[in-house]
Each structure stands twice: as structure tokens, then as C-alpha cells.
Nanobody, 125 residues
Framework: QVQLVESGGALVQAGDSLRLSCVLS????????MGWFRQTPGKEREFVAG????????YYADSVKGRFTISRDSAKTTLYLQMNSLKPQDTAVYYC??????????????????WGQGTQVTVSE
């Protein structure tokens, strides 16, 4: 199983940038895809961005396209989410997730097998 630990969340102002990190440990060789999701109180977990190594592609929610970038380091042990031009509506707890299969829908939480504990991002006006 893969263990995930997010960091980088903070209180920032609208228009600022922030980079979230997610460190992987454990059985990372079987990791086929990863994603970032976010959640606010009373709402379902929402897809933000995802990557599938086998297909070499990335996916983004329409709400963050052009502002957020998902990437990982060359050692494949850290996943990043670069967030630019932040808006108050980006305020949420952000989670990274890992999947053993690259064939699940990258935008669906059920496609992922392991989750981090989350990191809070708050964007003020």
C-alpha cells in the first residue's frame, strides 16, 4: 500500500500562488496514477487534477484549467500541484490520491486506492 502525506497549504490572498506537495512512501512501484481532489464542508470531494503515467497525460477540472499544474519529481516520490491566480472559491482541504490501476476514471474518487490526510488552503479576498 502507498502512504501519502500532503503539505504546503496556507492562508493566502486572491491572486497569489501556492504549491502543494504530496510525498509518497511504501509500495510506490505499483502506483499507476495520481490525482488531487479538494473538499469543502458539506460538499462531496471534487476532482482538481490527475496524471496517469501509462498514458503520459494529465487532466484538469474546468475550474482550474490554465491556473493549476500537476507534476511529479523525477524520482517519482513527490507529486505537486502548482496553483496560480488563486481565487476565494479555491478555498478547501486538498487531498492527494494514488491509484494502482490507470484505467479508472481519473475524476472519480472511487478510482483511487490511497489517500493523504489533506492540507488546508484558504484564499481571502
Amino acid at each position: 500500500q502507498v502512504q501519502l502525506v500532503e503539505s504546503g497549504g496556507a492562508l493566502v490572498q486572491a491572486g497569489d500562488s501556492l504549491r502543494l506537495s504530496c510525498v509518497l512512501s511504501g509500495r510506490i512501484l505499483g502506483n499507476a496514477a495520481m490525482g488531487w481532489f479538494r473538499q469543502t464542508p458539506g460538499k462531496e470531494r471534487e476532482f482538481v487534477a490527475g496524471m496517469r503515467w501509462v498514458f503520459g497525460n494529465s487532466y484538469y477540472a474546468d475550474s482550474v484549467k490554465g491556473r493549476f499544474t500537476i507534476s511529479r519529481d523525477s524520482a517519482k516520490t513527490t507529486l505537486y500541484l502548482q496553483m496560480n491566480s488563486l481565487k476565494p472559491q479555491d478555498t478547501a482541504v486538498y487531498y492527494c490520491a494514488s491509484a494502482l490501476s490507470p484505467y479508472g476514471d481519473p475524476e472519480t474518487p472511487k478510482s483511487y486506492d490511497s489517500w493523504g490526510q489533506g492540507t488546508q488552503v484558504t484564499v481571502s479576498e
